[in-house]
């Protein structure tokens, strides 16, 4: 989640929660190494979800633009320049 990195205002609960798992995986993933067990933490970022959108609702409303606009800002934000997808 992009959360880890930056945390998002709107979501203080979730940013520590996720800052908190990738943390303890992190820290159980050096343990284990020296047994050879490998542990990948992925981080997926911003995917197309109902609360992606609903989030990008707030945004449409507290800054009075379009929901585009307030999706190209965010994928902007993006490496890839776009939400992810299930597909």
């Known amino acids: 989640s992009q959360s880890v990195k930056a945390p998002i205002a709107q ?3 979730s940013n520590a929660a996720r800052s908190g798992l990738t943390g303890f995986v992190a820290g159980t993933s050096r343990q284990v190494a020296p ?3 490998v542990i990948n933490n992925l981080l997926p970022g911003i995917h197309a979800t109902d609360r992606a959108i609903a989030l990008d609702g707030g945004v ?3 800054e009075g633009i379009s929901m ?3 999706q ?3 994928a902007a934000t993006i490496p890839a ?3 992810g997808t299930a597909e």
């Open 11 to 13: 979501l203080g609960l």
């Open 35 to 37: 047994q050879g067990v």
């Open 60 to 62: 449409v409303k507290a």
């Open 68 to 70: 585009e606009e307030a």
């Open 72 to 74: 190209a800002r965010r």
């Open 81 to 83: 320049r776009r939400y």
